[in-house]
């Protein structure tokens, strides 16, 4: 099937790739009622990955016995093809699923790609709020002005901005700016309360969190487009998908090593760029790491490597289920409580935050850290000496 947005050409071939089916133009709204007269259990579908992709594959899987989704970049018959309508791409489609050459894209469940569809709206919404941020910014640095306040979008920082005089059409793109920044921010909000609540019971967040320049929304994010992490045979694999591995061309005794591939999911990749930095600034490890290659190599080579060794991290970490080996004790703590906190008291599956963070302690063998957090007084400074096991 070629599908579009209004209607799916379809086109059927055997084993032998002899058209059984001639080509046909169905329409999206009558395409689940052809579905129900023409396929059974013994019948296989191939599409290619679109915007509407996830829907079909939906009513597909109630009629079809078998299910695949082509990568569109690595069906090179078609992309190279001298002549290319839907007739043509249709039945190219099934003959390369009846001899099994089709570049198949792993089919996510429903509830990840909800979790997709969440961690890229967020998204979305900081880069709009970040973009309000900067042209703000930018309108104070064309009449040389300068916040006295560290943080100009906190309350003291606002309150100077409404005092500024500023001719009338910059003041009215001022305070539309100013408004555009405190809707995103309140819609940012709600999404991290919601991915909070949605994440609370996989322990895969928890875990990852141990890790320095991950939090909540990152780890969920990973989580989301990652799914079974099983399905990467190996960590190498897995930082190919996200596109951190350099281009490679070899031909011969001749080798060309460019920059990296930048394939996979960009959201991801931005992810893990962004941890890097933090974990650089912040982590001891990784802070040597970093100086080392940076020596050889420059600050943003060194990052973009940073990055690689966090995701090569991530999946030992996932697939052994295991601890991460330079954690931090009292962040992780802070982390883990941040995130009771926005899950909020009447949705918590714990009795009180101290006993949702001392559950996932315990989840991740960790009992000398939980111990010592329930331990010590609800309002006492937390003090945590005891050894990571």
Not at 323 to 329: D, G, V
Request: charged share 25%; hydrophobic share 40%.
């Amino acid at each position: 099937m070629d599908i579009h947005k209004q209607y799916a050409v379809i086109v059927g071939v055997n084993r032998e790739q002899e058209v059984v089916l001639r080509s046909e133009r169905v329409s999206m709204g009558d395409l689940e009622r052809w579905c129900g007269r023409h396929l059974g259990k013994h019948d296989g579908v191939v599409i290619e990955v679109t915007t509407n992709t996830w829907a079909v594959v939906e009513m597909l899987e109630r009629y079809a016995g078998q299910v695949v989704v082509a990568n569109p970049y690595k069906t090179k018959l078609i992309a190279e093809a001298q002549i290319k309508n839907d007739k043509v791409d249709a039945r190219a489609l099934a003959c390369l699923l009846a001899a099994n050459f089709i570049s198949e894209v792993w089919i996510p469940s429903p509830q990840v790609r909800q979790w997709r569809q969440l961690a890229r709206h967020r998204g979305r919404l900081r880069k709009q709020c970040t973009q309000a941020k900067n042209q703000l910014h930018h309108l104070l640095q064309t009449h040389n002005l300068q916040s006295p306040e560290r943080d100009l979008f906190s309350a003291a920082g606002r309150d100077w901005l409404t005092h500024q005089k500023l001719p009338q059409v910059e003041q009215l793109i001022l305070r539309q700016l100013l408004a555009r920044i405190e809707f995103s921010e309140k819609q940012i909000q709600e999404c991290e309360r919601q991915i909070a609540r949605l994440a609370q019971d996989d322990p895969r967040i928890a875990r990852l969190m141990q890790i320095t320049g991950v939090g909540l929304y990152t780890a969920f994010s990973i989580v989301a487009v990652l799914g079974d992490v099983r399905r990467f045979p190996s960590a190498n694999k897995l930082a190919g998908y996200v596109g951190l591995v350099p281009r490679e061309h070899q031909s011969g005794r001749r080798a060309y090593h460019g920059h990296i591939t930048k394939s996979g999911d960009r959201l991801l990749r931005w992810l893990m760029i962004e941890a890097a930095q933090a974990a650089v600034r912040w982590d001891a490890h990784w802070r040597q790491v970093h100086q080392r290659i940076a020596q050889r190599r420059g600050y943003s080579i060194a990052i973009v490597a940073i990055a690689r060794k966090l995701l090569v991290t991530i999946w030992h970490m996932l697939t052994e289920k295991s601890n991460y080996q330079y954690l931090r004790q009292v962040s992780y703590v802070r982390k883990l409580q941040e995130w009771a906190y926005r899950i909020g008291r009447q949705q918590l599956s714990a009795p009180s935050s101290r006993a949702f963070v001392a559950d996932r302690l315990r989840e991740l063998e960790l009992p000398l850290l939980a111990d010592a957090l329930v331990t010590s007084g609800r309002n006492a400074r937390l003090s945590l000496a005891a050894p990571v096991t």
